[in-house]
């Protein structure tokens, strides 16, 4: 279903006319109410009479990840304090979180967007909703439960955690649809299986799935491991949290809700703007937002966009799956490998499970590049002739799509540690060593 038709059925010069205005009106917030943002475009020799339309952009400085850290934590809100009513943080792997604060407004304009991904997944009123993305700081958990309210589902705000827990009530409140991470839900899969439920006493139908990269493979090992329909859904806490971009049932491309948060591609190197349909960075500027509004923020996820017609209906851009993030990128001898082009070699093999990890160091300055991969319980063996084989399969999958040879260990099933959010699957240990 459609849930905002007027929006989301929106001509396209409709939508960069409502763009132009929305941006606006945010640069003007922002100018007047954020020094750093003022002084930026100062710097620019820009003021929001030069803003006119959405084509300006171009003008306006980015904003990045590490702006956000220097003016931790609350530098960036462009109203006071007294009108925020709601902080998440991102994790942040190094020194200080980001801090986002969320007016009232920016709460209903959440789970609006929230509201046309669930309604995009086939998911309504009717339905029970478990949500398992963790629920904190971190904007899963209530991002998803915002979205199943406002349809009028039924949530279930179980968080992350307590996986037998979580597979009892999914089965006792006849949980429909299921919001987790990919990997949390591959988890929940296994778990499903041990426990002796059998697959007719759940009445899950349908995926919700982000906060992570996933793969096309990734989605089909889910689809058939739990007998469900499974969807993207794309978000970030700087831009708002789950609901800035969501699949439908064409599955061809991730929706962005654009009249909320405009995107743009660019080259990572040169931060050129780049034409529809070219591969590089995602930036986002959130025309609507008021407690944190951000101008042409990097994203540092490596996507492309598309604005033909969809055929659900939509005319809003849709988004090519995300590579990775840039800095998800490995660099190992001289070839830049994500670890997506790995999980995406590692579900097409049939001996495998879909659980892996990446293992690079430099040993005698050389770099190397190791794979732990589980083998399914049936094709395990002690048998080292078959093994080899296995090995030499999936090198020579990797040696083509890559164009490297990893080192191939073939573990026991249920051996690689399981994650119930983000999982982590690489460690580079050269980031200590060097
Ligand atoms: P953190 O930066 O601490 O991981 P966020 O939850 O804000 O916190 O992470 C947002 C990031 O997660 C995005 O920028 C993107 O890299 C990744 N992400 C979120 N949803 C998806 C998705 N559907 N597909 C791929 N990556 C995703
Ligand atoms: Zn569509």
């Known amino acids: 279903m459609i849930w905002n038709e007027t929006v989301e059925c929106m001509s396209r010069d409709d939508m960069r006319k409502l763009q132009g205005i929305r941006l606006k009106q945010t640069v003007e917030r922002v100018y007047h109410n ?21 084509s300006d952009i171009v003008k306006l ?21 007294s009108e925020i009513v709601r902080l998440h943080a991102s994790s942040g792997t190094t020194g200080k979180p980001i801090v986002v604060g969320y007016t009232r407004n920016d709460l209903n304009l959440w789970n609006e967007v929230g509201a046309r991904c669930f ?15 963790g629920y904190g700081l971190f904007t899963g958990g209530l991002g998803a439960h915002g979205a199943v309210e406002t349809i009028g589902g039924t949530v279930i705000p179980m ?22 991470t990919p990997s949390y839900a591959l988890y929940l899969a296994d778990a499903m299986k041990d426990s002796n439920i059998s697959r007719e006493e759940f009445k899950l139908k349908v995926g919700v799935f982000g906060a992570e990269p996933w793969t096309e493979e990734m989605r089909r090992e889910l689809e058939s491991k739990l007998g ?86 939509r005319t809003s851009v849709r988004m090519s799956r995300i590579l990775g993030r840039s800095d998800d990128m490995l660099i190992i001898r001289g070839v830049n490998v994500f670890p997506s082009q790995v999980e995406s070699v590692i579900c097409e093999i049939e001996e495998l499970e879909p659980h892996y990890f990446i293992v690079v160091d430099r040993i005698n300055n050389l770099d190397t590049f190791e794979i732990q991969v589980e083998v399914k319980d049936n094709f395990y063996s002690d048998e080292v002739s078959k093994m080899i084989a296995i090995k030499k ?41 060097s």
């Not at 020094?35 to 339309?53: F, L």
């Not at 190197?269 to 070219?278: D, M, V, W, Y």
């Open 34 to 54: 954020c020094e750093p943002y003022r002084k930026r475009m100062q710097e620019k020799g820009i003021t929001p009479a030069d803003i006119n339309d959405i």
């Open 119 to 133: 309604s995009a997944f086939g998911l309504g009123k009717q339905d029970v909703v478990q949500v398992s993305y």
């Open 61 to 81: 400085p980015f904003t990045s990840k590490q702006d956000l850290r220097d003016y931790y934590p609350f530098g960036l809100l462009s109203t006071p304090m």
């Open 159 to 180: 968080s992350s955690g307590n996986t037998e827990k979580q597979i009892m009530l999914m089965r006792d409140f006849g949980a429909v649809g299921l919001a987790c």
């Open 228 to 313: 469900i329909k499974a969807y993207d859904i794309y978000g970030l806490t700087e831009v708002i949290g789950p609901g800035v971009g969501h699949e439908c049932e064409c599955q061809n491309g991730t929706h962005l809700c654009e009249d909320h948060f405009f995107p743009e591609i660019i080259d990572p190197k040169t931060g050129e703007s780049l034409p529809p349909g070219e591969s590089g960075e995602l930036v986002f500027s959130t025309i609507t937002k008021e407690g944190m509004p951000l101008l042409r923020f990097r994203t540092r996820d490596l996507t492309c966009l598309h604005y033909e017609k969809c055929e659900c209906g």
């Open 393 to 433: 399969r999936i090198a020579h999958r990797l040696q083509s799509v890559i164009g490297l040879t990893p080192d191939i260990k073939l573990v026991e099933p249920r051996s690689i540690e399981r994650s119930q959010g983000k999982a982590k699957r690489v460690n580079d240990k050269r980031k200590f060593n």
